[in-house]
């Protein structure tokens, strides 16, 4: 069976400063990826996806993810954070049949 | 935009009684989906649905039941809601099963059994 673990439960980081979230994912086939925001009283928001070709993936909000296949890996980066950038983030993988599968999720704080 | 609305943001109820969540999907998308998400656990899949009057159980249905009567709507139930119930309850629809397609989240009902 698919998983996916995010090793980061929280993660303090101050304006303008680079983030990186980590996402490492165990399933058998070639993986579906995503990375999903939850701003605080809000629903998940797809930030980027990624199924096959340029490992590297541009999403929404200046964020990008690259896919490592041979450390079972999908980090999630943005050059330089933003005060609305303070959520919950998820990562998940796909299985058969649309059916998705999250990590426990990194909260994200942002000091000014 | 696609709209997935859910029928309360808040809701509490009380041990026993039988809870009934709505979610509505305005994209007439085939697939539906409803996950709790609990701190530290993200989001476990309770139950899905790729048509009118299908369902299938997803990793936690145990307590769950569902209910899609019409493409647009589906609908969660407890039928004796538990206190190790409360949680967050999210619905998603998506456009089909073919691994590309986008999940598109409600934005959650926040359910309390006392």
């Known amino acids: 069976a698919q998983s996916v673990t995010q090793p980061d439960i929280h993660i303090t980081v101050s304006e303008g400063a680079s983030l990186e979230l980590r996402c490492n994912y165990s399933?058998?086939?070639?993986?579906?990826l995503f990375w999903y925001v939850q701003s605080p009283g809000q629903g998940l928001q797809l930030l980027l996806k990624?199924?096959?070709?340029?490992?590297l993936v541009q999403g929404i909000k200046g964020f990008e993810a690259e896919f490592k296949r041979s450390q079972s890996s999908f980090n999630l980066r943005k050059p330089s954070v933003h005060w609305s950038d303070a959520a919950e983030y998820f990562c998940?993988?796909?299985?058969?049949?649309?059916?998705?599968?999250f990590g426990g999720g990194t909260r994200v704080l942002v000091k000014p | 935009d696609v709209k997935v609305t859910q029928s309360s943001r808040y809701l509490v109820k009380r041990t026993g009684e039988k809870v009934f969540l709505e979610c509505v999907q305005d994209?007439?998308?085939?697939?539906m989906f409803w996950y709790r998400q609990d701190p530290g656990l993200g989001l476990r899949l309770i139950y899905f649905s790729y048509d009118v009057k299908m369902k299938e159980k997803g990793d936690i249905p145990e307590g769950y039941s569902v209910s899609r009567e019409k493409k647009e709507r589906f609908s969660l139930i407890l039928e004796s809601a538990s206190t190790n119930q409360t949680s967050m309850y999210l619905c998603a629809s998506s456009g089909g099963t073919v691994g590309t397609d986008t999940q598109y989240f409600g934005p959650g009902t926040r359910l309390t059994v006392l």
């Open positions: 399933y058998g086939a070639t993986p579906y």
């Open positions: 998940a993988v796909e299985a058969a049949g649309n059916k998705l599968t």
């Open positions: 994209m007439d998308h085939e697939n």
């Open positions: 990624y199924f096959s070709g340029d490992t």
